[in-house]
């Protein structure tokens, strides 16, 4: 359901180490920052996980950033419709941060049919102790419209909104898209015998 914290796969303690695959064997024992936040152990000889940031059907639309914990700095995806924002397992967008309420915000992203289907995004308080501020202005109660670039407070995180519009673009799905790991060789309908030295 939620899209929580993205980070690196094999990042520990805001170091980055190689991304594993999934489903290779782990050679030695430690601790993985898992896709929501938190920590996973595990021994040798595991797999490691699937990963958490499975597509929901709804479009990505954007990204927030934000270097407030730590300089390497964080990302967080964005997706059409509703991204709940809080420091709750429940939220799209988890700030695992005391001074950010459980649900502290939504964030909406929906097309305006009306502006020739551009992205239109607001955010909202739910609730919060400590309020929103954009662009270092108080938001209050009130629904707030955002742009792109926009600067977003909750607490003691800073976030940057970067909107990502694929039809404007020109970015689609690709017709017979294979995974390298499925790839089949020999299939000579797709790939013609003089083709197969260039992949």
């Known amino acids: 359901m939620a899209n929580y914290r993205?980070?690196?796969?094999?990042?520990?303690?805001?170091k980055?180490?190689?991304?594993?695959?999934?489903?290779?064997?782990?050679?030695?024992?430690?601790?993985?920052v898992t896709s929501r936040g938190g920590q996973q152990n595990y021994s040798?000889?595991?797999e490691y996980p699937q990963a958490q940031d499975a597509p929901s059907g709804k479009p990505i639309?954007?990204?927030?950033?934000?270097?407030?914990?730590?300089?390497?700095?964080e990302y967080w995806v964005l997706r059409q419709g509703q991204n709940l924002i809080g420091s709750g397992d429940?939220?799209?967008v988890v700030l695992n941060e005391i001074s950010v309420s459980r649900v502290h915000a939504v964030l909406a992203i929906h097309r305006n049919?009306?502006?020739?289907?551009?992205?239109?995004?607001?955010i909202m308080e739910r609730g919060s102790s400590n309020g929103i501020f954009v662009n270092n202005n108080y938001i209050?109660?009130?629904p707030c419209q955002c742009k792109n670039l926009d600067k977003i407070k909750l607490g003691n995180y800073e976030l940057l909104l970067f909107l990502f519009d694929a039809a404007e673009f020109?970015?689609?799905?690709?017709?017979?898209?294979?995974?390298?790991?499925?790839?089949?060789?020999?299939d000579r309908e797709m790939y013609p015998e003089s083709d197969k030295t260039r992949i």
């Open 61 to 73: 639309v954007g990204f927030l950033v934000s270097v407030s914990r730590t300089e390497e700095g």
């Open 16 to 32: 980055t180490a190689a991304a594993p695959r999934v489903g290779a064997q782990r050679t030695q024992e430690g601790t993985v």
């Open 90 to 92: 429940e939220c799209d």
């Open 113 to 122: 049919p009306g502006d020739n289907n551009r992205l239109n995004v607001g």
């Open 44 to 46: 040798a000889g595991n």
């Open 6 to 14: 993205t980070v690196v796969p094999g990042m520990q303690d805001g």
């Open 170 to 186: 020109g970015l689609k799905k690709v017709e017979n898209f294979a995974s390298a790991g499925n790839f089949d060789y020999t």
């Open 140 to 142: 209050g109660f009130n």
